[in-house]
């Protein structure tokens, strides 16, 4: 595993839904993870990033609906979704902090999930 997002889904606006990504220790590490997502037509943008110890960061569109979190022992990041619009529609990936334009630190975009949120 390197990087591997999962717990998309269709979901009613209004509705949650859990996002879960299992890293290779390698990446994980103590690396700052963070949530991405491009939408369609749309480059990919930053949602939410966690530092090894915990310090979090929003993007404005999902500040007091999102939260994200991490679980070192098991390298893994989390993404609790409330309150979830048709804007959050778009493919979610897991990764690293960026180092450049779209360009994580792990060097690579792995698989992401789709969620889709229905009005």
């Known amino acids: 595993v390197q990087l591997q997002a999962s717990g998309g889904g269709l979901v009613q606006a209004g509705g949650s839904l859990r996002l879960s990504c299992a890293a290779s220790?390698?990446?994980?590490?103590?690396?700052?993870m963070g949530w991405y997502r491009q939408a369609p037509e749309k480059q990919r943008e930053l949602v939410a990033i966690?530092?090894?110890?915990?310090?979090?960061k929003y993007a404005d569109s999902v500040k007091g609906r999102f939260t994200i979190s991490r679980d070192n022992a098991k390298n893994t990041v989390y993404l609790q979704m409330n309150s979830l619009k048709p804007e959050d529609t778009a493919v979610y990936y897991c990764?690293?902090?960026?180092?450049?334009?779209?360009?994580?630190?792990?060097?690579?975009w792995g698989r992401g999930t789709q969620v889709t949120v229905s009005s």
């Open positions: 990764n690293t902090d960026l180092v450049g334009p779209d360009y994580p630190l792990s060097g690579y």
């Open positions: 966690i530092s090894s110890g915990g310090i979090t």
């Open positions: 220790q390698n990446i994980f590490s103590s690396n700052v």
